[in-house]
RNA sequence: GGAGACGUCGCAUAGUCAGGUCUAGUGCGCGACCCUGCUAAGGUCGUGAAGGCGCAAGCCUUCCGUGGGUUCAAAUCCCACCGUCUCCGCCA
């Protein structure tokens, strides 16, 4: 949720972000006339009612008939402040509506434009040249191809159990999941973030706080027998975690690592990534989230973009880090920085990892506030980031490769394997 | 799944039966100050959140698990829901 005293104080701000993101800057004009509607009609209400409570106390004292009179008074006054009340609450709820409308306030330098405006930051690593290595004869083997030959990956009796987009992680499948995902956690530890196991049900209004059932509700699995939602990342519940609290930020940031799995319905990719685990119903994440003051959050982002680098590091990938033109943005980021992993297969770049600035959009909807060296209490900020997912199997696979199937095992990886260099096919190549 | 008890201002508790003086008392904790020759004791005052009005001082409204209802008036009465605990049953 924007704030509204932002939004009254520096409407033109408001409207140079919604403008931005290509969203309707009259909104911000609609919020400001029906907030002045709301404050009148909270300030009638209000006057109103202090009435009925000053009369009720003389009711209480009276006796006889002067108790009647009163009595009969205060029935009238009674009906009008139950009016006024529903007019204050309709004002309200007719503003509330209009702002949950307004994305967050994008920072400054924030590419405007859609999905293809992103601006490249930086490029780490070179992917390989395949050709060059293997011959020019050399069939690059995508992560599916590559995955069944090691007897890591079956996504066809994941479609017979559950149905497209699913798939089963085999063996040495199951175990670089599990290897990658606990390199993540290490990594958190190792950086102060709390280790934490997150339950992937939420409840609606857990669901609606971290702003996923906006523009994107669609993209959500809901059980309508128990009003509950199907996590699509640790995020919604790290979020969750502290709703409604006011925390002592003033000894740092608190920093969550969660592991969870996480669900996407994936609605509107239809044929789009159908080949393999790149877009899946269900994964695993290890996800960062931190809770810290309004004026850090820009350098926590950087520190949890750090750490992502540090991750991809970690697993050898060449990637390029992109700033997510404004347009691009979740509801309630203010900026988000991707970084991208080279796909040989496809030649393209796939995403890995996205770490959001949420500021105090977010946290202003959970009702997650700090308490001030003065003592007063205002919005906390929060950003998330990715640490380890799935997905990253795909990137680890295609660029480890070899000539005869064969992937090498980046050296981060090996503790986590028992040391294992190699993971080498179980039966021959082409068969 | 069944039965029962409980949910009050950071913590603990009073208030709920008999609705109005609850503007929610008290203790602890916390903060400021005072006193005191010393890691003691005591005293005074203050101490929740959200919102509205006002230049300001300040005033006002809402919140006693949540949401409805009854009433001129609800922490208090009624209903539903949520949560915690105890017991019983069932089960990975």
Redesign the pocket.
């Known amino acids: 949720m924007i704030d509204?005293r932002l939004l009254r104080d520096t409407p033109d701000v408001v409207r140079a972000s919604q403008t931005l993101r290509g969203d309707d800057p009259s909104l911000v004009d609609t919020v400001l006339e029906l907030d002045t509607r709301r404050?009148?009609a909270?300030?009638d209400?209000?006057?109103l009612?202090?009435e009925?409570?000053?009369?009720?106390?003389q009711?209480?004292q009276a006796r006889g008939d002067e108790k009647a009179e009163l009595?009969a008074r205060?029935?009238g006054?009674?009906e009008q402040?139950?009016a006024r009340q529903a007019d204050a609450d309709a004002a309200g709820a007719e503003l509330d509506a209009v702002v949950s409308r307004i994305g967050n306030v994008v920072h400054d330098g924030v590419p405007a434009g859609g999905e293809d405006d992103y601006v490249v930051l930086k490029h780490v690593g070179t992917p390989r040249d395949l050709a060059a290595e293997y011959g020019p004869d050399f069939a690059v083997r995508d992560h599916l191809e590559l995955g069944e030959l090691l007897g890591a990956i079956d996504t066809e009796r994941g479609a017979k159990v559950s149905g497209a987009r699913f798939y089963f992680l085999t063996g040495i499948g199951a175990r670089l999941e599990l290897a990658l995902l606990n390199a993540a956690m290490d990594r958190a530890l190792a950086a102060g973030f709390t280790p934490m196991i997150t339950p992937t049900l939420v409840k609606p209004e857990v669901m609606a706080g971290t702003g996923y059932l906006g523009a994107h509700a669609d993209e959500v699995y809901r059980l309508e027998a128990d009003d509950l939602y199907l996590v699509g990342t640790s995020e919604v519940a790290l979020a969750g975690y502290h709703a409604d609290e006011?925390l002592d930020l003033s000894d740092g940031p608190r920093r969550y690592a969660g592991w969870s799995a996480c669900y996407r319905r994936e609605a509107g990719s239809y044929g789009k990534d159908t080949r393999g685990i790149i877009r899946v119903h269900q994964f695993h994440k290890v996800e960062m989230f931190t809770f810290v003051s309004a004026e850090e959050s820009q350098a926590e982002h950087q520190r949890l973009l750090a750490l992502e680098e540090e991750m991809l590091g970690l697993v050898e990938l060449p990637y390029r880090v992109i700033d997510t033109a404004a347009g691009d943005l979740g509801s309630s980021a203010a900026r988000k920085f991707d970084c991208e992993a080279w796909l040989p297969s496809q030649a393209r770049w796939l995403e890995l990892t996205s770490t959001s600035d949420c500021t105090t959009y977010q946290a202003r909807r959970l009702g997650v506030?700090e308490?001030t060296a003065t003592?007063?209490?205002?919005p906390a900020a929060t950003l998330n980031g990715t640490l380890g997912t799935t997905r990253w199997i795909v990137a680890i696979l295609e660029n480890h490769q070899q000539a005869d199937g064969s992937v090498r095992v980046p050296e981060g990886l090996r503790p986590y394997l028992g040391g294992l260099d190699v993971l080498r096919p179980t039966r021959p190549a082409g068969a």
Request: charged share 40%; hydrophobic share 45%; aromatic share 4%.
């Open positions: 509204l404050r009148a909270v300030t209400f209000e006057r009612r202090a009925q409570k000053a009369l009720g106390k009711v209480a009595l205060a029935k006054l009674a402040v139950k006011i506030r308490r003592g007063e209490t205002r």
